[in-house]
T-cell receptor
């Protein structure tokens, strides 16, 4: 069963605009990760935020985590056409199965030139 | 450094045929995973391995078998292919420590007629 659920399912913006994607999950987590998938390719890890962190930055990416609301957001600033891809959140659960990730269904981001 | 390599990239099978998908990683990772990705379903874990000689069931293991005879290889077998197994299959690996990202191959696109 899916742990993370991304919102929106699809997002279309113009180059230069910011893109925000949200992820909600149900159970306690150890960490939350965001991945990108270009069409026809495998997933690529973008950023990881641990359960005791609230915000993390990496280049044009900003991730927030609110464990009280069981939600996370991924912000891509100054988007480029090359950012067009599907974005997935994945949760690493706390407890004995903490080496497994549970993926959401993804947000399809289209950045128009 | 190839990372995670999956073979074959594409395959068409007839119902009832068997086949083996091969995943190889050159990062000396302990953990390896097999996922399937279907439209609107995200990634679902089929089987995984936490080390050479070990395997365990994931979320959707029925109809599949796996083996991890060597640390760098993880094989996924379909004993008697069914149309419901038409999907894109992804292999991933990770160092295995808590909160580590997974590294993905580019997938095997499998159609069963």
């Amino acid at each position: 069963s899916q742990q993370g659920e991304e919102d929106p399912q699809a997002l279309s913006i113009q180059e230069g605009e910011n893109a925000t994607m949200n992820c909600s999950y149900k159970t306690s987590i150890n960490n939350l990760q965001w991945y990108r998938q270009n069409s026809g390719r495998g997933l690529v890890h973008l950023i990881l935020i641990r359960s005791n962190e609230r915000e993390k930055h990496s280049g044009r990416l900003r991730v927030t985590l609110d464990t009280s609301k069981k939600s996370s957001s991924l912000l891509i600033t100054a988007s480029r056409a090359a950012d067009t891809a599907s974005y997935f959140c994945a949760t690493g659960n706390s407890g004995g199965s903490n080496y497994k990730l549970t993926f959401g269904k993804g947000t399809l981001l289209t950045v128009n030139p | 450094n190839a990372g995670v390599t999956q073979t074959p990239k594409f395959r068409v099978l007839k119902t009832g045929q068997s086949m083996t998908l091969l995943c190889a990683q050159d990062m000396n990772h302990e953990y390896m995973y097999w996922y399937r990705q279907d439209p609107g379903m995200g990634l679902r874990l089929i089987h995984y391995s936490v080390g050479e000689g070990t395997t365990a069931k994931g979320e959707v293991p029925d109809g599949y078998n796996v083996s991890r005879l060597k640390k760098q290889n993880f094989l996924l077998g379909l004993e008697s292919a069914a149309p419901s197994q038409t999907s894109v299959y992804f292999c991933a690996s990770s160092p295995g420590r808590v909160g580590q990202p997974q590294h993905f191959g580019d997938g095997t696109r499998l159609s069963i007629l």
